[in-house]
């Protein structure tokens, strides 16, 4: 098995060079849940050279309907290390690096990275990811879901303090918004990672409307 015919169709896409330029990004993603699944499929067979998934939780059953890398079979084992064992069965050339903590432990590690990707559930986490982002002098993606609603914003020189900071927990959500969100986060990611324009600092919000019309509004982000 070569790269070149594992990662053909995105070759025919971009050509030899930006296909080979990522395999020298490494990027982190913070949790391993539903937006983390997804992102890890999404991007893990990507071509990107190194992905670290960071969460400290394990399956529960009422994850794993929602939650793409994990069976019945997964129950009780470490989510971190589930989805990267299954990244690597399906891409021999990426380097999966689990890390079973939390993100305020993650973060005196002193890692770098060309992006940071949130996968997590509460604000207050995410804050804290806006702070180590800057701190660090990288660019993060964040999303969020809830219902059948999501958004997604390329943080650069935005800041996250703009989001009113509280522990809200989800009222409930449909699989399908999860990885549509969770898909919309990684060709973001993907774009940014290849050299191809991205617009930063935009929320994307998406929701559907009492009709059920899928609607998008954007908002420009004030800066940090």
């Known amino acids: 098995m070569t790269q070149e015919a594992y990662f053909t169709r995105q070759i025919q896409l971009w050509g030899d060079e930006v296909q080979s330029s990522l395999t020298q990004k490494k990027i982190v993603i913070i949790g391993s849940g539903g937006l983390g699944s997804t992102l890890a499929m999404a991007l893990g067979t990507s071509g990107i050279g190194e992905i670290h998934l960071v969460d400290f939780d394990t399956v529960s059953l009422h994850n794993i309907h929602r939650q793409i890398a994990f069976t019945l079979e997964d129950e009780g084992r470490s989510k971190s290390k589930v989805a990267a064992a299954l990244i690597r069965a399906k891409n021999p050339f990426v380097k999966m690096v689990a890390h079973e903590m939390d993100f305020a432990t993650f973060s005196k590690l002193g890692k770098r990275y ?53 522990d809200h927990k989800p009222g409930g959500i449909t699989a399908p918004i999860v990885m549509h969100i969770g898909s919309l986060q990684a060709t973001l990611a993907l774009r940014y990672l290849a050299g191809l324009p991205v617009v930063t600092d935009l929320l994307y919000y998406l929701y559907f409307n009492d009709e059920g019309e899928l609607i998008t509004q954007k908002f420009g982000m004030p800066k940090a």
Not at 125 to 142: C, F, G, H, L, M
């Open 114 to 166: 060309d992006l940071i990707l949130d996968a997590t559930d509460n604000l207050p986490v995410r804050s804290e990811i806006d702070r180590y982002a800057k701190s660090t002098d990288t660019p993060w993606i964040y999303a969020s879901v809830e219902e059948f609603n999501g958004q997604v914003c390329f943080f650069e020189k935005a800041g996250f303090q703009v989001f009113n900071i509280c």
